[in-house]
């Protein structure tokens, strides 16, 4: 009972709105404190635990994304849970025990996911895209041959790794990438989220470039769920002060 999720808001450029939250797993070990998924993920994935350490996730999930009805949520999946577990089978059931709508959940994956087994994997996103799930490929730009996949399926979204971000106003090579990524999701339908946004000049860049949606230390760390509560309060009341000091400016309405 030492795991927990952890999650990052996902900011809607267009509204400056938090339009949802990605979920990321943490190990809140009683001894060494709070322990990244990069330091025991890979061994789960060694020793066959990732299957059942997955299901977890995908439930937990769900059972704490119904404390914010307005908000979409995104879990990652391991390769192994393609190759070993029942996905289709496990997100189902706990859209249903929760009572979550499936248009809310996203499935985050790597290229790594479609690495091996691809008509199969393929197969499986398939089936949940049918149930209304989203399907987004995390880290996009990073692997080899993320072009071709896009070609076999239809992504709901894109997401651009922060090894591009950090470089976005800095190098023209960076600039140019991203901007190119944001059209190529545009013209085939998929949603471009930038990941590592840590600066308002990185933000307003993305702005411009047509992103429509971007997470980072900019806007919020990753957060406990009983923070993500707060923080939307927070948020409105922020949005509010602003309404209520343009208003001072000029005549009040009626």
Not at 38 to 60: K, M, Q, R, S, T
Request: charge should be negative.
């Amino acid at each position: 009972n030492e795991l927990e999720l952890h999650y990052q808001p996902q900011i809607d450029l267009s509204t400056n709105t938090i339009k949802g939250v990605e979920a990321l797993l943490r190990w809140n070990q009683k001894d060494d404190g709070m322990i990244p998924p990069d330091a025991f993920v890979p061994l789960a994935e060694e020793c066959g635990l990732i299957v059942p350490l997955g299901d977890w996730v995908i439930g937990e999930a769900c059972r704490q994304a119904k404390e914010w009805p307005d908000l979409t949520f995104a879990v990652n999946v391991s390769p192994a849970q393609f190759r070993q577990g029942d996905l289709v089978a496990t997100v189902k059931n706990a859209l249903e025990r929760e009572g979550i709508d499936p248009s809310r959940l996203e499935i985050e994956i790597t290229e790594g996911v479609l690495l091996s087994h691809t008509d199969e994997t393929i197969a499986v996103l398939a089936g949940l895209q049918a149930m209304g799930v989203k399907i987004a490929m995390d880290d996009f730009g990073t692997g080899y041959s993320s072009l071709s996949y896009l070609r076999r399926f239809p992504f709901d979204k894109i997401k651009i790794d922060k090894s591009f971000t950090m470089d976005l106003g800095l190098c023209a090579d960076a600039d140019n990438i991203i901007e190119a990524v944001i059209k190529l999701g545009a013209s085939m339908g998929m949603t471009s989220n930038a990941e590592g946004v840590e600066t308002v000049e990185q933000a307003n860049l993305l702005r411009n470039q047509g992103c429509k949606e971007v997470q980072g230390f900019l806007f919020s760390k990753p957060l406990p769920s009983k923070s993500i509560s707060e923080l939307l309060t927070d948020w409105q009341w922020q949005k509010y002060q602003n309404v209520e000091s343009s208003f001072s400016k000029q005549e009040r309405p009626c």
